[in-house]
């Protein structure tokens, strides 16, 4: 038992020094990326420094302007942050495999793998929210692990509240991802042998860190816009949907529908898709309509809603060509320009095209292995599962489609950045309990 101690400890050392060396080699040799949506990032910042709300409009979270302020709005500084939390989430990764596989080597693999991802390592040198909100989650899920553990001990439950619910407010798509762990938290605290009131104070333990930080932030959003929600970019979203066939519009909504059609001519022409049309035409559409920016995302919001119960086949069709996007990757390696170094650079390039030629391929076998699995609990079961490798699987699974389902944009590639340690964490859980079973040995 002492060897093994050792040999773990030994193995995350080693992990965490070959993952902050890469990444401080990389943060030398390479500038802080902005991206478009980084202006909203500082301009909320700005305005929590301040506390002035005057001109804020609802559509960003706070968490990610909160860590801007602490790092005194110094790019350099965020993305040190970043690739720090980086590095944490390697350790987390491999603390979650080991746990659950008992295997230093399958874990070590992990966390290498995570580690000398070059696309994480790129979201990390962008000043975006993918680092911070992938740290989050894969924490929330180091704690879950921890209640499967400790049969739901409240503390553990109000801890994964907790920052699963930091992580929606670093982006709001991980609502998904917090409804689908509370509702594991209420249906592993019900199965338990314990009476009511127990049962009863796991799940309790888990809502409140949600309401008070979910529900706290949108009631904000109700007393400065006049919006309930945790992003007013809900209408925008869905016009990412809805734009590509706006033609079929009622007359009610007839500006918006032919200032839109307008614009979506020229992004087609220029950008080869019209997902992102609506930033091209908000101007116009407001000066138009006389509405504000809050105000036009709820009337985008109920035009996009008639079209999609007039219009279910073409609505099915886009959310379908959404999720697939979610499992592929961008080419943003390649745009990267060093500091020095060009040959590290052109080395970097290639494996990164290596690694580009992989993921779609290695997703599909988590899809694959997800399907299976969860296929398989339920045919020997006969109930949903409840342990721990469905949860992950199942908040994946449940994510990718949440976010199809109300957003198209040209880049939902990023938006499975944060699920990647996942997707590690499932394919080796799955691989070793397929080896397991080969052999017969016992499988946790």
Known sequence: MKVKSRNATL????????????????????PPVPYPD????????????NL??????????????????????????????????????????????????????????????????????????????????????????????????????????????????LACLARPIMLASAVVMLLWICRGSV????????????????????????????????????????????????SQHSGAYIEYAPDRYSVIRTIYLKHRKEEIRQNGNQSETIWRARREMQKATGLSFVA???????????????????????????????????????????????????LLCVVWLVQE??????????LVIGATYLAGSLRRRGSFPVHFPALVIMVVIVTSVGQALVTNSSDSERFEAPFEPLVIFSILVALRHLAMRWTGSSAR
């Not at 980084?38 to 420094?49: E, P, R």
């Not at 040198?125 to 993918?130: G, K």
């Not at 180091?142 to 699963?164: E, S």
């Open 11 to 30: 193995a995350a050392l080693t992990l965490l020094a070959c993952s902050a060396l890469i990444r401080a080699l990389l943060f030398v040799n390479y």
């Open 38 to 49: 980084t202006v909203a990032y500082t301009q909320l910042a700005n305005q929590i420094a």
């Open 52 to 165: 002035n709300f005057a001109d804020y409009d609802g559509s960003r979270t706070p968490l990610y302007p909160l860590m801007l302020l602490a790092c005194h709005m110094d790019f350099d500084i965020a993305r040190a942050v970043q690739m720090a939390l980086g590095v944490a989430t390697t350790m987390i990764l491999f603390a979650m495999i080991l746990r659950q596989t008992d295997n230093i080597r399958i874990s070590f693999i992990g966390g290498l793998w995570y580690s000398f991802s070059l696309g994480m390592m790129f979201w990390e040198n962008c000043i975006l929210t993918e680092s911070l909100c992938t740290f989050l989650l894969v924490l929330s899920f180091l704690l879950m692990q921890k209640c499967f553990r400790a049969d739901f001990n409240p503390r553990y439950c109000a801890a994964t509240g907790f920052v699963v619910s």
């Open 191 to 238: 199965s338990l042998k314990i009476r009511g009131t127990a049962k009863a104070k796991r799940i309790i333990a888990a809502i409140i860190p949600m309401m008070l930080l979910i529900g706290g932030w949108s009631m904000f959003n109700k007393a400065t816009v006049g919006y309930p929600v945790l992003t007013s970019l809900v209408g925008y979203n869905l």
């Open 296 to 346: 036009l995302s709820r009337e985008l919001t109920r035009l996009s809603i008639t079209l999609f119960a007039q219009h279910p086949i073409l609505y099915f069709s886009g959310v379908f060509k959404a999720w697939w996007k979610f499992w592929t990757i961008r080419e943003c390696w390649l745009f990267m320009e060093p500091r020095c170094c060009i040959w590290a650079h052109r």
């Open 357 to 366: 030629r992989v993921h779609l391929p290695i997703n599909i076998g988590f």
